[in-house]
């Protein structure tokens, strides 16, 4: 059983930065691929971003790509989402997932099912 939890959402302005974090628990950390999915309001949970359990590989939806970076740090146990240039858009609650299989390739990282493990989210909102 894997346990997750994040922080650092909040309310920023537009071109604005936060920096989310997801503390895992529960499983050896450096051996999961880890995912940041989000939500908004209406809307049905996409896909932002992975990162290998290495860390070696990352992928990102185009929406997001410049301006967002997944890393991890292992000795940590933790996975951050920096997230800049920040829009209205990106307004949601952003959730984060982790597997214990590995992936290879973009479809894997960015499915919902092959993530097994979630977090409860945490919501970040952006003022125009």
């Known amino acids: 059983q894997v346990q997750l939890i994040e922080s650092g959402g909040g309310l920023v302005q537009a071109g604005g930065s936060l920096r989310l974090s997801c503390a895992a628990s529960?499983?050896?950390?450096?051996?999961?691929?880890m995912g940041w999915f989000r939500q908004a309001p209406g809307k049905e949970r996409e896909f932002v971003g992975a990162i290998s359990w290495k860390g070696y590989m990352t992928y990102y939806t185009d929406f997001v790509k410049g301006r967002f970076t997944i890393s991890r740090d292992n000795a940590k146990n933790t996975v951050y989402l920096q997230m800049n240039s920040l829009k209205p858009e990106d307004t949601a609650v952003y959730y984060c997932?982790?597997?214990?299989?590995?992936?290879?390739?973009?479809?894997?990282?960015?499915?919902?099912?092959?993530?097994?493990?979630w977090g409860q989210g945490t919501q970040a909102t952006v003022s125009s």
């Open positions: 529960g499983r050896t950390f450096s051996t999961l691929t």
């Open positions: 997932a982790a597997d214990k299989d590995s992936c290879s390739a973009y479809g894997c990282f960015s499915r919902e099912n092959t993530y097994e493990y």
